[in-house]
């Protein structure tokens, strides 16, 4: 069983929409990432959490820890977030490590 | 600052030969990750390096080797290619000696092997 899931794997969307993606883990973690995949490939890192919740922009990332469940908020959405989103842990044993969600593809359309 | 920089791009090889992907950093970073994408799995961790000198094993080590002579530098060698290393492979740094910090990616590079 993969110890990072994310739903859903597949997301389309009208521009304007509000869209949350969700990461669920199973093991104990010291902090979690969400990135970016754009379409010709590149990726950059959008949070890295521990706790709470964290906003940038339009893009709002909670975690809860003790419901080993964390999610990324995109508001008004655009054509412009259409991109691969991925979660990954630290567990907190192995700091040394990043261990990947499979990723959520998201399209928007205007 | 280039960031993170990978050469070559795309590169196509054939079953048995070796080669090496670049990777540099002009940020500084101690850690640095190479992984590789498939489709329809997560990235993998192949390996990472918490600095100069260090290099340690991730998920997925065999058939590739690793050295860090420098802080900037991070090649990863493919020993003898098969036809299962055909992937997408990221590098990745980042400014701590761990994952616990922000990841910064190198554009990829794109391997056939045939």
Redesign the interface.
Same mark, same amino acid.
């Given at each position: 069983k993969n110890e990072v899931e994310q739903s859903p794997q597949n997301l389309t969307a009208q521009e304007g929409e509000f869209i949350t993606i969700n990461c669920s883990y199973s093991v104990g973690i010291s902090a979690l990432h969400w990135l970016q995949q754009h379409p010709g490939g590149g990726i950059v890192s959008l949070f890295m959490l521990s706790s709470g919740k964290k906003k940038h922009g339009r893009l709002i990332a909670t975690i809860n820890i003790q419901e080993k469940h964390s999610s990324l908020h995109i508001t008004a959405s655009h054509p412009r977030d259409s991109a691969v989103y991925i979660c990954a842990i630290v567990k907190v044993w192995n700091t040394d490590k990043l261990i990947f969600g499979t990723g959520t593809r998201l399209q928007v359309f205007p | 600052n280039a960031g993170v920089t990978q050469t070559p791009k795309f590169q196509v090889l054939k079953t048995g030969q070796s080669m090496t992907l670049q990777c540099a950093q002009d940020m500084n970073h101690e850690?640095m990750?190479w992984?590789r994408q498939d489709p329809?799995?997560?990235?993998?961790?192949i390996h990472?390096s918490?600095g100069a000198g260090i290099t340690?094993q991730?998920?997925v080590p065999n058939g590739y080797n690793v050295s860090r002579s420098t802080t900037e530098d991070f090649p990863l060698r493919l020993l003898s290619a098969a036809p299962s290393q055909t992937s997408?492979y #990221?590098c990745?740094s980042s400014p701590g000696t761990?994952?616990?910090?922000?990841?910064? #990616?190198g554009?990829?590079t794109r391997l056939t092997v045939t």
């Open positions: - | 850690y990750s992984y329809g799995m997560g990235l993998r961790l990472y918490v340690d991730g998920e997408v #990221f990745a761990g994952a616990n910090y922000e990841q910064y #990616f554009p990829g």
